[in-house]
């Protein structure tokens, strides 16, 4: 029933900037709070932000901090990852999924979205 699809990823130079959508279903809006996680090649899977979508408090990693930055559409039923300067360690596939998200913790929880690529390289 719970349904979540990313979209937005691809290929940008160092410097620039994407946008990150997930679109996300089939469950109370105002009591989950979702997140984005991403996985590089050869490393472990890491939380970066979450939001939740009862009062939009947020929370980010340390390496994402003034760089990304995560909003939440509820007409729209999508959570987004505006991602800016991106540097080539920013390489990842970029997953959303239903989260425990507060101003200093984010927890991952059951459901997940596909994945969308994200490459940085010039």
């Known amino acids: 029933q719970v349904q979540l699809e990313e979209s937005g990823g691809g290929l940008v130079q160092p410097g620039g900037s994407l946008r990150l959508s997930c679109a996300a279903s089939g469950f109370p809006w105002d009591l989950y709070a979702i997140g984005w996680f991403r996985q590089a090649p050869g490393k472990e899977r890491e939380g970066v932000s979450c939001?939740?979508?009862?009062?939009?408090?947020?929370y980010y990693i340390d390496s994402v901090k003034g760089r990304f930055t995560i909003s939440a559409d509820k007409a729209k039923n999508t959570v987004y990852l505006q991602i800016n300067s991106l540097k080539p360690e920013d390489t990842a596939v970029y997953y959303c999924?239903?989260?425990?998200?507060?101003?200093?913790?984010?927890?991952?929880?059951?459901?997940w979205g596909q994945g969308t690529q994200v490459t940085v390289s010039s």
């Open positions: 939001v939740a979508l009862r009062d939009h408090t947020t």
């Open positions: 999924a239903t989260t425990y998200c507060g101003s200093t913790y984010l927890i991952a929880g059951d459901y």
